[in-house]
């Protein structure tokens, strides 16, 4: 498989307080990859940086054979890199529809748009009956389908997800895996920040464990399943 | 009867000035969250455009709206690469800005000064007459103000509520940062934003000019006013202000036909105090919901 995105030695954070300390990953297409590590490590500010919301200060980063580690937010997602952040992030008196609709804001084709919303709503129905409501006035679930399904709506080649079962219900996290699953058979790659271990084992292909604000070990999930330290300390011994 | 009509059509004129100039005020905070301070001088510069081009070349209505538009749009379109783009990110924007564009319209101002004088010239663009609706009379050009006042306050719901630039606007308003991951250029609709309302005050300030003068001091009123309406409705509440627009210029009319025009303005204020103690985020304003 080629290499869709390939992250080298980045250096990036908060104004003077650099939180990645040369961050090293590769995402093949199709492929899915987790970020696991304790909280505060940087997985959330690597999401962030490779999004353009933070400055890439040293390194380099290329996406679908583009060199973007200086482009704006804009054109790495008019490039197919979709980020999908904590929080859901919606547009809170703008409708579901409408939410969905911003996601697919640089296609112009509205067939294609059309489309799209069809795919969402089969994947999510319950957002079919909620179309008209407000996205404040939705439950947290079903605000997580929003953020998700507006993130499909876009022209992704990948989708980076972060933490997409926080705060949710077991049954919830089920449906909400399903949709990614089903999305996963049709070849999208993924790069996932995700505290749920279980969920993580049978989603991923890969795992890169950060710690400090570097990588301290990647792997397969079946290298993952051999190495007991991973297992205990980080995936609750799954 | 007659009464209730004339406080009525002098209630739905000024409404229709000050929706235009509100509508505009509260569209760049909504989504800038700024306060233009120049925001009257867009309104002059309208006026004085239209007067400027009509006494060399004697253009018709629709070509003087065209050309205050124009004009507001342009005013709106430097301030923001001027000055606003510029301050957009520092951690003191709202302040900041407040001074900077109080500053622009002082400079404007004392521009418009110099180069015409204060003399109070009367608007060569308007529509003469008068016809009468039960024993009232009104002038063809109140019909006008408040049928450029519909067409234009309506051309901008239907741009926000049904266009994708309409939804690049508010989605911005709401959330930039979801905005600008959804692929949404932010600096753009700014800028947009800007001509929009700059837009819109130009022709206020040329429908303004049409029932009084050209002065360079005309903007300051309307502003005051636009800034109390915006108030009431509840900051950046753009379908509130159009309302507050004309419920408070029919209080206006009213309290300035019973007990004179000077008790106007200070019971619109009265009002105003006693509806911010009851709603203090305005009328139409809402409390940001915060789900963790």
């Not at chain 2, 004009?71 to 709106?76: E, H, P, S």
């Not at chain 2, 630039?165 to 949404?184: E, H, P, Q």
Request: charged content about 15%.
């Amino acid at each position: 498989m080629s290499a869709l995105l390939s992250a080298t030695d980045v250096v990036s954070g908060y104004l003077n307080r650099p939180v990645l300390h040369g961050v090293s990953i590769d995402i093949a297409e199709g492929e899915v990859l987790a970020l696991i590590g304790p909280n505060g490590h940087g997985k959330t500010t690597l999401l962030r940086t490779l999004s353009g919301f933070l400055p890439t200060r040293n390194g380099q980063f290329e996406f679908a054979g583009a060199r973007l580690e200086h482009a704006t937010v804009h054109a790495r997602v008019e490039a197919g890199l979709v980020h999908i952040p904590q929080g859901d992030q919606l547009f809170a008196e703008m409708s579901v529809e409408e939410n969905l609709l911003m996601g697919a804001y640089l296609v112009t084709d509205a067939r294609e748009v059309e489309r799209r919303l069809d795919q969402v709503y089969t994947l999510f129905p319950r957002l079919k009956d909620r179309r008209p409501q407000t996205a404040s006035s939705l439950s947290g679930g079903e605000r997580r389908m929003v953020g998700i399904g507006r993130g499909l709506m876009a022209d992704a080649k990948l989708i980076m997800l972060d933490e997409p079962s926080l705060g949710l219900a077991p049954l919830l996290i089920e449906q909400i895996y399903d949709a990614l699953s089903k999305l996963r058979t049709e070849g999208r790659s993924f790069l996932v920040v995700e505290e749920n271990p279980s969920r993580l084992m049978t989603f991923a292909d890969r795992l890169c464990l950060m710690d400090a604000g570097n990588i301290i070990w990647s792997g397969s999930t079946a290298e993952a399943r051999k190495s007991e330290d991973i297992l205990k300390t980080y995936l609750g011994g799954h | 009867m007659e009464i209730l009509i004339q406080i009525f059509v002098t209630g739905l004129t000024l409404g229709s000035m000050y929706a235009l100039a509100a509508v505009g005020l509260s569209l760049i905070y909504g989504t800038l969250g700024m306060f233009n301070m120049a925001h009257g001088m867009f309104m002059t510069l309208g006026a004085y455009a239209v007067f400027s081009l009509a006494s060399v070349f004697g253009v018709p209505l629709i070509l003087g709206v065209l050309a205050a538009m124009v004009a507001g749009a342009v005013i709106g379109m430097l301030t923001h690469l001027l000055i606003v783009r510029f301050m957009l990110n520092s951690p003191d924007f709202e302040t900041n800005i407040l001074v900077a564009t109080a500053g622009l319209g002082i400079l404007l101002e004392d521009l418009i000064l110099k180069i015409y004088g204060g003399y109070p010239y009367p608007q060569p663009v308007k529509i003469e007459g008068t016809f009468s609706v039960g024993e009232v009379n009104v002038t063809y050009q109140a019909l006008v103000i408040l049928l450029i006042a519909i067409v234009c306050i309506g051309s901008v719901a239907w741009l926000l509520l049904k266009t994708r630039f309409g939804r690049a606007i508010r989605a911005t308003a709401m959330n930039r940062d979801a905005a600008r991951l959804m692929g949404v250029r932010t600096n753009t609709v700014y800028l947009q934003v800007m001509a929009l309302a700059g837009a819109l005050a130009g022709v206020a300030g040329l429908m303004i000019s049409t029932l009084a003068t050209l002065s360079p001091q005309m903007g300051g009123d309307p502003l005051l006013k636009a800034f109390v309406i915006c108030v009431v409705a509840g900051l950046g509440n753009v379908w509130g202000a159009g309302i507050c627009a004309i419920g408070l210029a029919l209080i206006e009319s009213a309290i300035g036909f019973y007990f004179g025009v000077r008790f106007g303005f200070p019971t619109m204020l009265m009002l105003v105090i006693i509806v911010l103690i009851w709603r203090p985020l305005g009328l139409f304003g809402k409390e940001k919901v915060v789900r963790l």
